[in-house]
């Protein structure tokens, strides 16, 4: 399959969602998540840092990794592909959707509206306890991670972590947006992480896979293309 017909494809469709994934963001420079652990990180496996269980054991630790993936963010900018997704949406408002995985807030920064962020916002942080009084009355106090200087709640990142729930409003969006969709393109993702990569099984639309490697989702898919998204997705999505 060439770009060519995707872009007819595009070009006919009514209704389009972008479900993304770490690859959208590579070419920005941030790591994918198996990338990501260089350095002093590289002993630990994702599965064991990302999770409630581990934050409630060593919730210092974790807040540090989560701490140095803020701070490398805070160095990249959205690329080619993040772009070329939100001018096209400014040219045809409310005709894409764009629903991802990713936690790194690169969408939103170049200008995508509506954003459906399934795993959250690494950007963001949140109380691990259902908040009391005394936690909204006052800053917390700061430290690694940051407390209520009365009951000790601490803060945590805003992420939805291995074997948590995702967030019931977003993922009713998605899943509306991916029904009521006629071309889905999967941009940048393994296919392997659930109830995200369900949605490009459920759709009744064509489905794109962007990616310059094999995923679990190719199977699924109309038509796969072997490029990354900052070279292929501009040449799709123009007008
Ligand atoms: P993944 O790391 O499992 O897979 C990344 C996919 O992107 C691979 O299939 C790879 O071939 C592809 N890819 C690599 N470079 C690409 C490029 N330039 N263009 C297009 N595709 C490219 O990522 P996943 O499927 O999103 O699942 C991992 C989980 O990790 C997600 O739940 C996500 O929340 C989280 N995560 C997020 C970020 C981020 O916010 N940027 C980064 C790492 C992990």
């Given at each position: 399959?060439?770009p060519?017909?995707?872009?007819?494809?595009?070009?006919?469709?009514?209704?389009?969602?972008?479900?993304?994934?770490?690859?959208?963001?590579?070419?920005?420079?941030?790591?994918?998540?198996?990338?990501?652990?260089?350095?002093?990180?590289?002993k630990?496996?994702?599965?064991?840092?990302?999770?409630?269980?581990?934050?409630?054991?060593?919730?210092?630790?974790?807040?540090?990794?989560?701490?140095?993936?803020?701070?490398?963010?805070?160095?990249?900018?959205?690329?080619?592909?993040?772009?070329?997704?939100?001018?096209?949406?400014?040219?045809?408002?409310?005709?894409?959707?764009?629903?991802?995985?990713?936690?790194?807030?690169?969408?939103?920064?170049?200008?995508?509206?509506?954003?459906?962020?399934?795993?959250?916002?690494?950007?963001?942080?949140?109380?691990?306890?259902?908040?009391?009084?005394c936690?909204?009355?006052?800053?917390?106090?700061?430290?690694?991670?940051?407390?209520?200087?009365?009951?000790?709640?601490?803060?945590?990142?805003?992420?939805?972590?291995?074997?948590?729930m995702?967030?019931?409003?977003?993922?009713?969006?998605?899943?509306?947006?991916?029904?009521?969709?006629?071309?889905?393109?999967?941009?940048?993702?393994?296919?392997?992480?659930?109830?995200?990569?369900?949605?490009?099984?459920?759709?009744?639309?064509?489905?794109?896979?962007?990616?310059?490697?094999?995923?679990?989702?190719?199977?699924?898919?109309d038509?796969?293309?072997?490029?990354?998204?900052?070279?292929?997705?501009?040449?799709?999505?123009?007008?």
């Amino acid at each position: 399959m060439k770009p060519q017909q995707v872009r007819e494809w595009v070009r006919a469709a009514r209704r389009i969602v972008v479900l993304s994934g770490a690859g959208m963001s590579a070419e920005s420079g941030v790591p994918t998540f198996r990338d990501a652990q260089t350095g002093l990180w590289a002993k630990f496996r994702p599965e064991e840092l990302a999770t409630e269980e581990a934050f409630r054991a060593r919730p210092q630790m974790v807040w540090d990794w989560y701490a140095a993936r803020r701070e490398s963010l805070a160095k990249v900018e959205p690329n080619a592909g993040h772009h070329a997704i939100a001018a096209f949406q400014q040219r045809h408002p409310g005709r894409l959707t764009v629903v991802t995985q990713n936690v790194d807030g690169l969408h939103q920064r170049a200008g995508s509206p509506g954003v459906l962020a399934l795993h959250g916002s690494i950007l963001e942080d949140r109380w691990l306890e259902a908040p009391r009084p005394c936690c909204a009355g006052a800053e917390p106090l700061p430290g690694r991670p940051p407390r209520c200087g009365v009951c000790g709640n601490l803060r945590r990142p805003a992420v939805v972590w291995f074997g948590e729930m995702l967030p019931a409003r977003e993922l009713a969006a998605a899943e509306d947006a991916a029904a009521a969709c006629d071309l889905m393109l999967v941009v940048g993702t393994s296919g392997v992480v659930y109830p995200a990569a369900g949605l490009a099984r459920a759709t009744q639309g064509r489905v794109v896979i962007v990616n310059p490697q094999a995923s679990e989702l190719d199977d699924a898919a109309d038509a796969v293309l072997r490029g990354t998204a900052a070279a292929l997705l501009p040449e799709l999505l123009e007008d």
